[in-house]
Nanobody, 120 residues
Framework: QVQLVESGGGLVQPGGSLRLSCAAS????????MGWYRQAPGKQRELVAT???????KYVDSVKGRFTISRDNAKNTVYLQMNSLKPEDTAVYYC??????????????WGQGTLVTVSS
């Protein structure tokens, strides 16, 4: 019913930048909250950032001032601009959206994940 396609991951040196994108498509009436999570090797998945339909944002303390989440409602897309990357940011990043379907039903959808590796 709804598909998420992530892009933008890769290998970057410490201090570098990457921009992740996640585009939603399918039987979408509207999208409520959108967010990014990450899971490092051997660790639990953690919330990185969220953005509401009204544009209110929230970040985990470890990325505040370095990461920026944004969304383009016309494109059903959420972005994560990551600056001043550190080795500890290395993880698989997953987007997560709460969709209102054309049927009126709510559906939480996860992206397939994109690997971000920060290393020299």
């Amino acid at each position: 019913q709804v598909q998420l396609v992530e892009s933008g991951g890769g290998l970057v040196q410490p201090g570098g930048s990457l921009r992740l994108s996640c585009a939603a498509s399918g039987s979408i009436f509207s999208i409520n909250a959108m967010g990014w999570y990450r899971q490092a090797p051997g660790k639990q998945r953690e919330l990185v950032a969220t953005i509401t339909s009204g544009g209110k944002t929230k970040y985990v303390d470890s990325v505040k001032g370095r990461f920026t989440i944004s969304r383009d409602n016309a494109k059903n897309t959420v972005y994560l601009q990551m600056n001043s990357l550190k080795p500890e940011d290395t993880a698989v990043y997953y987007c997560n959206v709460l969709v209102v379907l054309t049927t009126g039903r709510y559906l939480e959808v996860w992206g397939q994940g994109t690997l971000v590796t920060v290393s020299s």
